[in-house]
């Protein structure tokens, strides 16, 4: 049996995703099917309290995350499709996630938010 895997190019803190980190990482743009979106994670994450299903029949996740070492460094995340871990998330259960660092424009705002591809819950780590 087949299971999907995601490459990770690299591990990074949230404290590492700072607008010159990003502004960095735009020069490397366009991203497409030979420039794919770096994809990095970070360990043992937590919602910040926020966190709630959107989307049709509640199938994504809107949150904001946080490290146990910064508690006040909340990072905007969407989830697509992974509404499954929102009860293990909400609990206040750590889970490490892997992403893609993207900017999103809403109501004439922008703002950089992580773009979730997977998670996993923290009693998974092997």
């Not at 980190?21 to 794919?36: A, E, M, T, W």
């Not at 970070?42 to 926020?50: F, I, K, R, S």
């Not at 992974?82 to 993207?102: F, M, Q, R, S, T």
């Amino acid at each position: 049996m087949l299971t999907p895997v995601v490459e990770i190019d690299s591990e990074l803190n949230f404290s590492q995703i700072t607008p010159k980190f990003f502004r960095i990482l735009k020069q490397f743009q366009p991203f497409g099917p030979g420039n794919h979106n770096p994809i990095f994670m970070t360990q043992g994450v937590y919602d910040a309290g926020d966190g709630r299903r959107v989307g049709a029949g509640g199938a994504h996740m809107k949150l904001d995350l946080i490290q146990e070492d910064q508690p006040y460094h909340k990072v905007p995340a969407i989830a697509f499709n992974l509404a499954d871990y929102y009860e293990y998330v909400k609990e206040g259960n750590p889970v490490d996630v892997c992403y893609a660092i993207v900017e999103n424009y809403f109501a004439g705002n922008t703002f950089t938010q992580l773009r979730i591809r997977d998670m996993r819950k923290g009693e998974d780590i092997i």
